[in-house]
């Protein structure tokens, strides 16, 4: 070949087409060390190594390390660091348990379903039964990216693909409802806790930056004190580095005193302290859980100076969800403590100091010092940024002591018994966003298309209102009130019920049973017979209709408990129940409001006029007749033929 020489090379320009090299680009995720390793990038920006080197059965290492990196990988399941980790942790176990087996399997064809059997059983012996179904879920979900299937047993792939093996009894395993929202009192306590903890973190870095102010442009107007207190904070502020610690008094003299030299690095910067009263803030006021509050961008904007747009990254949805742009009140300096976007702005301004040094990503950035300990990549990034760290970039799970925060601040949580000892609140961000969506619901009136602001209308359902004993309570005060408007208009029926003694007096004189009805003998009759009926009752005159200036019925069946024409008897009474069971499905899918619009008149009819009228005897037994559905299409009225 002959040796390429300059001219002959492709140049780039402007109206050249750039070169590229041959085939399709794919990263290099997996290589070969001392055992295989993956190299992670996750959607979050968040990046991990992770090798099989330590690991034992290394027969198994090649294959199952492919199948990692297809799991984390651009297509895979796993798009977040946390995720990642979390599911690596199960796969360690898994290969650790296999080791201390007398005989391991050798290869991946080694691996039987007995050792999978095996190994939920020895880890139901430590943890629930819930932590086991969903460690088996991330053991499934590593085998099925093995490639080619050839190299598992045919009863493990038969294993991996039957539908619900894991899930199956999930709901029996789960079945306890998970812990509701928090009262009125309860979340008041929380917010004003947190809302008084936020104030005085303002208060402490403002007054440090006024002090450092006024010694840059009337250093004249401190004293000596001040002055030397000023530059040292403006020093800190412009390096970001903090003075070392002293040395503590008392027995541990010979002991550096980080205390106190968090407390200097407070005046300037956040600090760990600082953050669960921010975080507490940023849940309630917003209504997001805290994974979405941790992950928030520094990149926003101000709009019109009332509203902020934030950048947020939101877990658990599809690939072209995850981030979204959100609109949040800002408010004015004095609310700034009362509406999302005045959190948002305050956490912003109280952590920019110390993110010119973490080069953070997002909003939040705290000093933690450079010289505690922790894994290597948190040891890493705090001394290259002088103690600066965003405090969720390299691990979205930072634990929160928030025992200490309650203990300190006395929230107690709300007594069965007005006698009993209160107990300590349990502070849970779950909870708090629950109880927060709580109040956005009661706030625009149980409708939940505009309540739904975090999760789609039937996730909040389901998940956050469902069975909130608050959100219940406040349900039925509110559908009472209503119903006590649209009562006057229910005594308004005149409808005519065949209850038990009237049946027997129609049975055994039917012209003086249908003169107290007024109706005829034969009509009565009829209708006994069911000859008449409609959806739920007898029509004594289709064709003379009130609802239709006296023509040819034609309107909803639904109102016929309204009309003059309906008669209601006992074997009416199965149809009624699935009425009732589809009007209970209706308040659960309409707002309250619109609820009572439609249907709340048939509601009272059925449950205070008609039901009363028999035995509960007769009731049990129709209840236990009701049809499970109904002729719906048949509630709008009659349709002409086409």
């Not at 320009?13 to 085939?23: A, F, I, T």
């Not at 009363?612 to 049990?620: G, I, N, S, V």
Request: hydrophobic share 40%; with cysteine.
């Amino acid at each position: 070949m002959l040796p390429e020489i300059p001219s002959q090379r492709r140049r780039t320009g402007r109206g050249r087409v750039s070169p590229q090299p041959e085939g399709f680009y794919a990263p290099e995720a997996l290589r070969e060390e001392a055992g295989p390793v993956v190299e992670f990038f996750g959607e979050d920006g968040r990046r991990a190594t992770y090798s099989f080197a330590e690991l034992p059965c290394p027969g198994l290492h090649t294959d199952l390390a492919a199948a990692w990196a297809r799991r984390t990988g651009a297509t895979g399941q796993l798009r977040f660091r946390a995720a990642a980790d979390h599911s690596w942790a199960v796969n360690v176990r898994l290969m650790r348990w296999l080791g201390e087996l007398r005989r391991p399997p050798r290869t991946l064809r080694g691996l039987t379903l007995s050792h999978l059997r095996r190994f939920d059983q020895h880890r139901r012996m430590t943890v629930q039964a819930t932590t086991v179904l969903l460690e088996m879920a991330q053991i499934r979900g590593l085998l099925k990216e093995v490639q080619p299937t050839g190299l598992l047993r045919e009863e493990v792939r038969e294993y991996l693909d039957r539908p619900g093996q894991l899930y199956g009894r999930w709901r029996e395993v789960h079945s306890k409802e998970p812990p509701p929202g928090y009262s009125d009192r309860e979340f008041a306590a929380i917010m004003a806790a947190a809302r008084k903890d936020v104030v005085a973190i303002r208060q402490r870095l403002r007054a440090s930056r006024t002090l450092i102010e006024r010694f840059e442009t009337a250093p004249h107007t401190l004293s000596e004190d001040e002055r030397a207190r000023a530059e040292k904070l403006a020093r800190m502020l412009q390096t970001g580095e903090v003075p070392p610690p002293p040395r503590a008094k008392g027995f541990a003299g010979s002991l550096p005193d980080l205390a106190a030299q968090r407390d200097c690095a407070g005046q300037v910067f956040l600090t760990t302290q600082d953050l669960p009263a921010l975080m507490v803030m940023g849940v309630g006021l917003s209504g997001r859980n805290g994974e979405t509050i941790k992950e928030l961008s520094a990149d926003f904007r101000v709009l019109d100076g009332r509203a902020v747009a934030v950048n947020l990254l939101k877990r658990r949805r599809n690939k072209a969800r995850t981030r979204e742009t959100i609109h949040w009140e800002a408010g004015s300096e004095s609310s700034r403590l009362h509406t999302p976007g005045g959190w948002f702005l305050l956490l912003n301004e109280l952590a920019e100091s110390s993110r010119v040094f973490s080069r953070s990503e997002r909003v939040w950035s705290i000093w933690t010092g450079d010289t505690a300990g922790g894994p290597e990549d948190f040891k890493a990034a705090r001394s290259a940024a002088k103690g600066h760290i965003d405090p969720f970039g390299l691990k979205l799970g930072r634990q929160f002591e928030w025992n200490k925060w309650v203990a300190r601040h006395g929230l107690t949580a709300d007594a069965a018994d007005e006698a009993a000892t209160p107990e300590p609140l349990v502070l849970t961000m779950n909870r708090l966003k629950k109880t927060a969506e709580v109040r956005t619901t009661r706030a625009v009136g149980g409708h939940l298309p505009s309540a739904s602001r975090t999760n789609t209308p039937d996730v909040s359902f389901l998940h956050y209102l469902r069975n909130d004993p608050t959100i219940r309570d406040w349900a039925e005060q509110i559908l009472t009130e209503a119903l006590e408007d649209t009562e006057a208009s229910a005594r308004a029926f005149r409808g005519r019920i065949l209850d038990e003694q009237m049946t027997k007096e129609a049975e055994r004189d039917p012209a003086a049973a249908a003169g107290k009805l007024d109706t005829t003998a034969d009509k009565l009759t009829a209708a006994m017979g069911g000859e008449l009926d409609t959806l739920v009752a007898s029509c004594l005159d289709f064709e003379h209709s009130p609802q239709n200036d006296g023509g040819l019925c034609n309107v909803s069946f639904l109102t016929c408990l309204r009309c003059p024409n309906a008669l209601v008897a006992e074997h009416h009474l199965p149809k009624l129940f699935a009425l009732l069971r589809w009007l209970q499905d209706e308040l659960d899918a309409r707002g309250v409001d619109d609820w009572i619009a439609r249907h709340g008149i048939t509601w009272l009819i059925i449950t205070r006029l008609i039901l009363p009228k028999f035995t509960q005897a007769q009731q049990e037994q129709a209840r236990a007749k009701a049809p499970k559905d109904l002729p719906l299409h048949l509630l709008d009225g009659l349709k002409e033929p086409l």
